[in-house]
């Protein structure tokens, strides 16, 4: 599975972006996705993670209620729709897949096989 991340930018405070992971590969409808994301000088972190079927999604404390995961398997892509961007939310954000998919390790990075190239995402205050 080769992943590609896109829709980062530059935004203010309070304003939104919607990141898009494109997945290769017909078996994409398998992979239990999440993204990840990585702020200079610290490490990276789990921001949102769903299930292969899309009836499982699971988020960080810190975004949950602001970003909303997603996918359509029938256009092999994962979504991050990301609403009331905060400065704090500044960084190279990564889609991740993997086969494997339990609720016990998805906000393990380790767990993932798969990574795509990361998107950038600055919000201004």
């Known amino acids: 599975v080769q992943l590609q991340a896109s829709g980062g930018g530059l935004v203010q405070a309070g304003g939104s972006l919607r990141l898009s992971c494109g997945a290769s590969?017909?078996?994409?409808?398998?992979?239990?996705m999440g993204w990840f994301r990585q702020a200079p000088g610290q490490e990276r972190e789990f921001v949102a993670a769903?299930?292969?079927?899309?009836?499982?999604?699971y988020y960080a404390d810190s975004v949950k209620g602001r970003f909303t995961i997603s996918r359509d398997n029938t256009k092999n892509t994962m979504y991050l729709q990301m609403n009331s961007l905060q400065p704090e939310d500044t960084a190279v954000y990564y889609c991740?897949?993997?086969?494997?998919?339990?609720?016990?390790?998805?906000?393990?990075?380790?767990?993932?096989?798969?990574w795509g190239k990361g998107t950038q995402v600055t919000v201004s205050s």
């Open positions: 590969g017909r078996i994409f409808s398998t992979y239990g």
């Open positions: 769903i299930r292969w079927s899309g009836d499982s999604t």
């Open positions: 991740a897949a993997d086969r494997t998919f339990a609720s016990q390790t998805v906000r393990v990075s380790r767990s993932y096989g798969f």
